[in-house]
């Protein structure tokens, strides 16, 4: 089993930072694309940015050019640093990791458990 546990969410105002961090751990042999995903009260969870194993990177438009994520492999870690905060980015944001057991395994999708972060004035 893997584990996705997240931490550095809250409550911050308008044009503020925070950085989200997810580390996973367990059973890991290799962890391809690593993710960021939100989601808002009465809306759907979104991609808000995603990271491969070989550093390439995408982002939601409304996201670009404020946020930045990135890895540590040797930790197994994703980052997601967030400048420039508005309201519109309040959400419950959630890491996802597709994960490799081991070489003979199929890689599979975990999700950490969300962290809320709020940009309010």
């Known amino acids: 089993q893997v584990q996705l546990v997240e931490s550095g969410g809250g409550l911050v105002q308008p044009g503020e930072s925070l950085r989200l961090s997810c580390a996973a751990s367990?059973?890991?042999?290799?962890?391809?694309?690593m993710g960021w995903y939100r989601q808002a009260p009465g809306k759907q969870r979104d991609l808000v940015a995603a990271?491969?194993?070989?550093?390439?990177?995408n982002y939601t438009d409304s996201v670009k050019g404020r946020f930045t994520i990135s890895r540590d492999n040797a930790k197994n870690t994703v980052y997601l640093q967030m400048n420039g905060l508005k309201p519109e980015d309040t959400a419950v944001y959630y890491c996802?990791?597709?994960?490799?057991?081991?070489?003979?395994?199929?890689?599979?999708?975990?999700w950490g458990q969300g962290t809320q972060v709020t940009v309010s004035s």
């Open positions: 990271i491969t194993s070989g550093d390439s990177t």
């Open positions: 996802n990791a597709a994960v490799r057991a081991s070489w003979w395994d199929n890689t599979y999708n975990y």
């Open positions: 367990g059973s890991i042999f290799i962890i391809n694309t």
